[in-house]
Nanobody, 127 residues
C-alpha cells in the first residue's frame, strides 16, 4: 500500500487549497482514508476521514465548516478541500489508511488506526 499526498503550498489567510491523496496497492474499497496534520514537536491531529466504499465522511468538529473530503470516481484519490484557511492551519498534512474501519464509520480522531502514512505535504498559511 502506498499513499502519496500532494497539493500543499503557501496561501494567504482566507485562501483555499485542495490536497490530494493518491492510493495504490489496495484492492477493493472496504477501507477508509484519514487526513491528519502535524506541526513540529506536537502529536498528529486528526482532520477528517472518509469510507472509500460508501463515501461517508467525518470531520473534527472544529474544522467541519471549512474543510471537506471527497473521493474521485476512480476511488484511487481522496481530496481534502480547505477553505478560509487560517495561520493555525499551517502544518504538514498526511493521509493514512484504515483497512478495517468500524461499521459505524471511520473516526478522524483515532490516529492510531491509520497506517501507511504518506510523506506529507506542507501547508503554510501566512500573509
Amino acid at each position: 500500500v502506498q499513499l502519496v499526498e500532494s497539493g500543499g503550498g503557501l496561501v494567504r489567510p482566507g485562501g483555499s487549497l485542495t490536497l490530494s491523496c493518491t492510493i495504490s496497492g489496495v484492492t477493493g474499497d472496504d477501507y477508509a482514508i484519514g487526513w491528519f496534520r502535524q506541526v513540529p514537536g506536537e502529536a498528529p491531529e486528526g482532520v477528517s476521514c472518509v469510507g472509500v466504499g460508501d463515501g461517508h465522511a467525518y470531520y473534527i468538529l472544529s474544522l467541519k465548516d471549512r474543510f471537506s473530503t471527497s473521493i474521485a470516481n476512480t476511488k484511487k484519490t481522496v481530496f481534502l478541500r480547505m477553505n478560509n484557511l487560517r495561520p493555525e492551519d499551517t502544518a504538514v498534512y498526511h493521509c493514512g489508511i484504515d483497512k478495517g474501519p468500524p461499521v459505524t464509520g471511520c473516526s478522524p480522531r483515532a490516529v492510531e488506526w491509520y497506517t501507511n502514512w504518506g510523506q506529507g505535504t506542507q501547508v503554510t498559511v501566512s500573509s
